[in-house]
């Protein structure tokens, strides 16, 4: 795996938070193989977030916002409704 991709994987399995290192560390488990450039910029720019404006938007408690509102968060949200 090369380094970004392992980089994201950890980062999303340890945000601070338990339940977010549960929603999107298994997401990343899951997929951070396959996903494109574009995504990957937006998992990053995610991860600067707040721990509680990521969990209340991967709950769909909250719409993202909208330079958040992309096809990766749509995939994490999809994903994580789906579990």
Known sequence: MDPRRKKLLYQSQHCGWKEN???LGRYAAAVI??????????F???????????????????PPP???????????????KAQ
Request: glycine content about 0%; hydrophobic content about 45%; overall charge negative.
């Open 44 to 62: 990053e720019e995610l991860l600067l977030e707040s721990d509680n404006d990521i969990y209340n938007w991967i709950t769909d408690r909250e």
């Open 33 to 42: 193989s396959s996903l494109s450039e574009a995504d990957l910029d937006a």
């Open 21 to 23: 290192d549960f929603l």
């Open 66 to 80: 909208e330079h958040l509102d992309n096809a990766f968060m749509a995939a994490l949200i999809a994903f994580n």
